[in-house]
């Protein structure tokens, strides 16, 4: 049991870390460059996360599991920062005092959205306390789909308007992504009912299809940016996250079909 906690906190705060340290590179990237404490503060983020990416690398095999917990109650601690920095930003764009600067709100509410989710684990993870299978399974799948609506949005508007066909290709994926976020919001709300192996099963099923077909769009995509063969002003390294963000996604939807093909019936 320790060594599953141990294994699956390290593989959240590795996933995680680098994700929240490249947040911190984009916010910083969108700001004018007269907003220098802004800057610096993104700065100390990317510093602090970076080095918390190091650490979850370096633990020997065998670890205390308390030095773990220890762990995750300080990066919990530095993720309830980001989040609380990254609303800040937020509540300045939409009150007008960033003119002219280059994040877009909704980028901004997701990354804190990411930030949130990360604490949240954290925090079941040192509280031992999980959720039961069929709460799990809609929640996190609300959670990414709608994570990836965001990214489909977020490409469509930073492709080069001339770019037609791929501005096309991210305004359908971002009109499916939204129908099958609306299909678990309804499957939510008819839960406990709603919660039977058969109805989970096919909807792990049909979301891995659109996930898989996204994450081979954002492979496109990022090949095609780092190549400098279309036009649009996505960092090269925004077109690679979005992309991990993608198979992280399809990461859990294994493992709860796995976790679902074992435990038949789940009540
Ligand atoms: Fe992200
Ligand atoms: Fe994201």
Same mark, same amino acid.
């Given at each position: 049991?320790s ?8 593989? &959240?705060? %590795?996933?995680w !870390?680098?994700?929240?340290k ?8 969108g700001? $004018?460059? /007269? =907003?220098?404490q802004?800057?610096? /503060?993104?700065n100390?983020?990317y510093?602090l996360?970076?080095? @918390?990416? $190091?650490r979850? #690398? ?5 670890v205390?599991p308390?030095?773990?917990?220890? +762990? ?21 764009i939409? !009150?007008c005092?960033?003119?002219g ?5 909704l980028?901004?509410?997701h ?7 990360? $604490? ?6 040192? !509280?031992g306390?999980l ?15 709608? @994570?990836?609506? =965001? #990214?489909?949005?977020?490409?469509? #508007?930073?492709?080069?308007?001339s770019? %037609?066909?791929?501005v ?5 994926f971002? #009109?499916?992504?939204d129908?099958?976020l609306f299909?678990?919001k =309804?499957? &939510?709300?008819m ?6 192996? *058969? ?5 792990l099923?049909?979301?891995?299809v659109?996930v898989? !077909?996204l ?7 990022k =090949?095609?940016i780092?190549?400098?063969r ?5 960092? *090269?390294l ?5 992309? $991990?963000?993608a &198979? ?7 493992? +709860?079909e ?10």
């Open positions: 049991m060594d599953a906690f141990v294994a699956r906190s390290l593989d &959240e705060i %590795r996933f !870390s680098r994700i929240m490249e947040h911190s590179l984009f916010l910083k990237l700001f $004018r460059c /007269e =907003d220098t802004l800057i610096a /503060e993104a100390q983020f510093g996360f970076e080095e @918390i990416e $190091r979850s #690398h370096s633990f020997p095999a065998g205390d308390n030095q773990i917990r220890r +762990f995750n109650a300080e990066v919990h601690n530095a993720a309830s920062h980001i989040w609380a920095f990254k609303r800040k930003v937020l509540g300045l939409l !009150s005092q960033l003119p600067g280059n994040n877009f709100p980028l901004v509410d990354v804190s959205r990411e930030a949130m989710y990360f $604490r949240n684990r954290l925090e079941e993870l040192n !509280s306390r959720e039961p299978l069929p709460d799990a399974i809609i929640d996190e799948n609300v959670f990414f789909l709608r @994570i990836m609506a =965001d #990214h489909a949005k977020f490409i469509g #508007h930073l492709l080069d308007p770019e %037609r066909q791929l096309e290709q991210a305004r359908n971002s #009109h499916d992504f129908m099958l299909q678990a =309804d499957l &939510e709300s839960r406990p009912e709603s919660q039977t192996v *058969p109805l989970l099963d096919q909807f099923d049909q979301n891995r659109s898989k !077909s994450r081979d769009f954002k492979q496109t995509a =090949d095609l780092e190549a400098c279309i036009k649009s002003i996505i960092h *090269p925004l077109a690679d996250h979005v992309f $991990r963000e &198979e992280r996604f399809l990461f859990i939807i294994d493992m +709860f796995a976790t679902l093909t074992r435990k038949k019936p789940i009540y």
